[in-house]
């Protein structure tokens, strides 16, 4: 890992561990380096900006201010396309035009080097993704799902039935290239999937969901996992 890399993976290691703070040795371990190089690490941040504390003696430590200011979004060129092409790769994606205004933000506050050795690799980057669905129907989908509302669909069945039905969304899900609307469906009084790609029209309606949980749904399959993993 190079030392740049390794900076920013320190600074999110250090924020993750909160109050409790990590110490140089586990530090040390985790990026497999010297104490010696840790500590010039943490100095090196330090002299950034970032709002770093030291705690000596039996499970001292080091960590970053609860509440204090961070400086400005620093990341190394490959993190920065890393986050083009993970948008890029996944149009259909809940929140995709979101994630990629969030892009654009975060690429405009990059230093010019940084950002131009980004715009650089990221012509080395290519992706051929298939067009997304409407997004007429993606934003009432993810509007429901966020505020917790009822939505009703038009959905056309994969043997050719079609319905108008109001569902209760409970989460997105991806499996085998397709995303689906996971939800109560109150025509079946029962969860369904439903392929986004086969809902015709979608409405959010004034209702509120009756509070249908993620556990309703059952087991996830082998392999699955929410999109944040829980370790920050």
Not at 133 to 160: C, K, N
């Amino acid at each position: 890992m190079k030392r740049t890399e390794r900076l920013h993976a320190l600074s999110e290691m250090l924020r993750r561990s909160g109050s409790r703070g990590c110490s140089a040795e586990r530090l040390a371990r985790e990026f497999d380096v010297s104490v010696r190089t840790v500590k010039r690490d943490l100095a090196a941040l330090e002299r950034s900006g970032a709002p770093l504390w030291s705690r000596p003696g039996p499970g001292g430590g080091y960590g970053l201010a609860v509440g204090a200011s961070l400086p400005p979004v620093s990341l190394s060129p490959a993190q920065a396309v890393a986050l083009m092409a993970a948008v890029s790769a996944a149009p259909d994606a809940p929140y995709a035009d979101l994630a990629a205004a969030g892009v654009r933000k975060i690429l405009d506050v990059l230093d010019p080097h940084t950002r131009a050795r980004a715009d650089a690799l990221a012509h080395r980057v290519w992706i051929d993704a298939p067009p997304s669905s409407s997004r007429a129907i993606r934003s009432a989908l993810e509007e429901a799902m966020s505020d917790q509302r009822v939505v009703r669909l038009r959905y056309t069945a994969r043997d050719g039935n079609t319905t108008t039905r109001d569902v209760e969304p409970v989460l997105f899900a991806s499996t085998n290239g397709q995303w689906y609307l996971v939800g109560w469906c109150r025509l079946r009084d029962a969860m369904r999937w439903f392929a986004v790609s086969r809902v015709e029209r979608a409405s959010v309606t004034k209702a509120a969901c009756s509070g249908h949980t993620v556990d309703e749904v059952g087991e996830p399959p082998a392999g699955a996992r929410p999109v944040h993993g829980g370790d920050g």
